[in-house]
């Protein structure tokens, strides 16, 4: 494949290029038809303290994972999840936020603060959304996955919250 922009600085991102070529040379991911093999599909944080699949005890092929700050479940998580119940062979599904979670422990002001602190720039129209009772909304997640219209009763949800200290994932509901 050739870039498609003659401005390109190849060594803005070469040690991760460079580490994605002896991933490649490493790792044979060819003969995967993009299903999640064990059924499993995970709605998490963003946060780099959480490896879906590694926490579970699970590799490349076998679950979908949907993340955003929070692991909450936004109309694009439905969206996924829809897609992975019914094309991708997803028959269980697990919402895991976690523990000292900024967007489940900060106000939207304090967010926005720093954020416009970072930027040197207004940041009050940026939509920041916090969690203000983290299993009050891990419950009412839950509850948007079991209720979908488009997502049977076969499919079993799980509420979990992960320690970020402890690697443990504890069942909510
Ligand atoms: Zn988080």
Redesign the pocket.
Known sequence: MRALDSSIVEAEFDDLVTANAAYAEANDVSGFDGVARAGVAIVT???SR?QPLEMVGLGLGDAKIFRN???RVTPQALEALVLGVHLLNVSRILVV??T?????TSSEADLRRRIAESAGADASWQPLHVVGDQLAALVEDVRKVRTHPLIPSSVLVGGFVYDVDTGLLERVV
């Open positions: 944080c963003m946060d959480i700050p929070g692991g936020p976690h000292r979670c900024a967007v489940a």
